[in-house]
């Protein structure tokens, strides 16, 4: 019984997953199928979190499904983190998607499936969970992008995420390859057992961890791996875009947690000399700065997003450097980052989708001019969810960026702060200009004036998003303590 529990979230997101498809398949009505998504979802998290209440300790039975999955306070905090985000998606996806008229039950079940494969990523302690993992949630991730199929720009970004994400999955599985001859294991702590001893620094060892990063880090879109990103985030489906920059987003850097604390955790491995976190290191910083100026000359507000989202996973990558020198602090502060990452980035692509109707869809920066007088309400939720990327107190962005910078700081990273706190000021540029057209511009005569829609179920995601941006920010401990314990699985020092 208490492996059931234990797989409960996993099988609750699955089975809803399957029960939908089914009912989609005979029915020939739509208007519950976003709710029934979101209802599958949020049960998923809720589950995970039952679990963790009752506590893995307590959990007998879980070693028959190690290592291909590993059940601790770590999975169950990605699950709770990625049926948010999805549930969040779900509920954006019940209103556009009826609204630009590409209303289609096979969404949700893409969504959901996706999803699954997230939630299995996130718990993989074997390369081939991984690898299955991986390819589930990128398979419906390919799928929704292209979700619009008369739109050009949709086909075009689609296409990139696919053969990019491909060629990538392809590196990494042949990362994966290498070290298994290096090794003789598939599974992580095997790998890292073998990487501990006089023999795990071959060369072939070498290659296929640094080819098993590349894999990863382009699912985290990191520069120079982020080429697909802007294209696939702008072309697709707000809703979908939504669930690429948080579900997405964080499973990889689920993965790519498991890999650098289970696989090459060892103090060699950790090291500046000869270790992982200089090249970690040089991508934070080398993400963020690209990033955060291309973003300042975007004219859409959707392709500011999405380079946006590729700078906070620079910001992230911060804290996934200081690993090498505090592993459990600056762990906890990955987690904590991303969950406040979460919640204001699929708030502020959910404002997006509420800003615009069918044929008035806010695009571009001059589209939201002016909206602040006509429709107030709009404008102070994407405010709220704008300060909050920005890192401006008292939102989850503040305080998420506040423990990165902190991790590294304590890690004796000072340059590497320092460039990620010039970062966020120029960050605050173009997240300021956007409240700079919605409050103190006004549209130009003759142009496209962007409209909102009307939609239950945007407006509760938006209210669940800007209920936990605003909890995170005015009682971080508490969520930093549950980061601190699902942080408890790797080296403590």
């Known amino acids: 019984m208490t492996i059931a529990l234990a797989l409960s979230p996993l099988l609750v997101v699955g089975l809803g997953a399957l029960a939908l498809m089914m009912v989609e398949a005979f029915s020939t009505h739509l208007s519950g199928f976003a709710l029934g998504a979101a209802v599958i979802l949020f049960a998923g998290g809720a589950a995970a979190g039952v679990v963790w209440l009752f506590g893995v300790e307590h959990l007998s039975g879980i070693e028959s499904v190690s290592p291909w999955l590993i059940i601790d306070d770590f999975t169950l905090f990605f699950d709770i983190l990625l049926c948010l985000g999805a549930g969040i998606a779900a509920l954006l996806a019940g209103g556009y998607l009826r609204e630009h008229r590409i209303d289609r039950g096979e969404f949700y079940a893409l969504l959901l499936f996706a999803t699954v494969g997230a939630m299995t990523l996130v718990s993989a302690g074997d390369a081939l969970t991984l690898f299955l993992g991986l390819e589930t949630m990128s398979i419906g991730a390919y799928a929704m992008t292209a979700f619009r199929r008369s739109s050009p720009r949709a086909a075009e970004g689609a296409?990139?995420?696919?053969?990019?994400?491909?060629?990538?999955?392809?590196?990494?599985?042949?990362?994966?390859?290498?070290?298994?001859?290096?090794?003789?294991?598939?599974?992580?702590?095997?790998?890292?057992?073998?990487?501990?001893?006089?023999?795990?620094?071959?060369?072939?060892?070498?290659?296929?961890?640094?080819?098993?990063?590349?894999?990863?880090?382009?699912?985290v879109s990191a520069v120079p791996f982020h080429a697909w990103a802007p294209d696939a985030y702008e072309g697709a489906p707000t809703p979908t875009t939504a669930f690429m920059a948080v579900a997405v987003k964080a499973a990889a850097f689920a993965m790519l947690l498991r890999v650098l604390l289970l696989a090459v955790s060892d103090e060699a491995w950790r090291s500046w000399g000869s270790g992982w976190p200089p090249v970690v290191a040089g991508l934070a910083a080398v993400t963020m700065?690209?990033?955060?100026?291309?973003?300042?000359?975007?004219?859409?507000?959707?392709?500011?997003?999405?380079?946006?989202?590729?700078?906070?996973?620079?910001?992230?990558?911060v804290g996934v450097t200081a690993i090498g020198r505090v592993p459990a602090e600056a762990t906890a502060s990955v987690l904590y980052y991303l969950l406040g990452y979460a919640v204001s980035t699929a708030g502020a692509f959910g404002t997006l989708v509420l800003c615009g109707s069918y044929g008035r869809e806010a695009v571009t920066f001059e589209d939201l001019a002016g909206i602040g007088k006509r429709n107030p309400a709009v404008a102070l939720a994407f405010s709220l969810f704008l300060l909050s990327l920005a890192g401006i107190p008292p939102t989850a962005g503040f305080f998420g960026k506040w423990f990165v910078f902190r991790a590294a700081i304590d890690g004796g990273l000072y340059w590497l702060a320092l460039i990620a706190l010039v970062n966020s000021v120029i960050a605050a540029y173009y997240y300021l200009r956007v409240l700079v057209y919605m409050y103190m511009r006004e549209p130009a005569a003759g142009a496209a004036v962007a409209r909102p829609m009307r939609s239950g179920y945007v407006t509760a995601a938006l209210l669940v998003s800007a209920v936990l941006v605003l909890a995170l920010g005015l009682t971080p401990t508490h969520y930093l303590d549950a980061a601190v314990d699902a942080a408890s699985f790797g080296p403590k020092g």
């Open 289 to 317: 700065t690209v990033a955060n100026l291309v973003a300042g000359r975007q004219e859409s507000a959707k392709r500011m997003l999405a380079y946006s989202s590729i700078a906070h996973a620079g910001y992230a990558l």
């Open 159 to 219: 296409l990139k995420y696919f053969l990019l994400g491909s060629f990538a999955a392809a590196v990494l599985l042949y990362g994966f390859a290498l070290i298994y001859g290096a090794t003789g294991h598939t599974d992580l702590m095997g790998i890292g057992a073998a990487a501990h001893t006089a023999a795990g620094r071959s060369p072939m060892l070498v290659i296929g961890v640094a080819l098993v990063l590349v894999g990863i880090l382009f699912e």
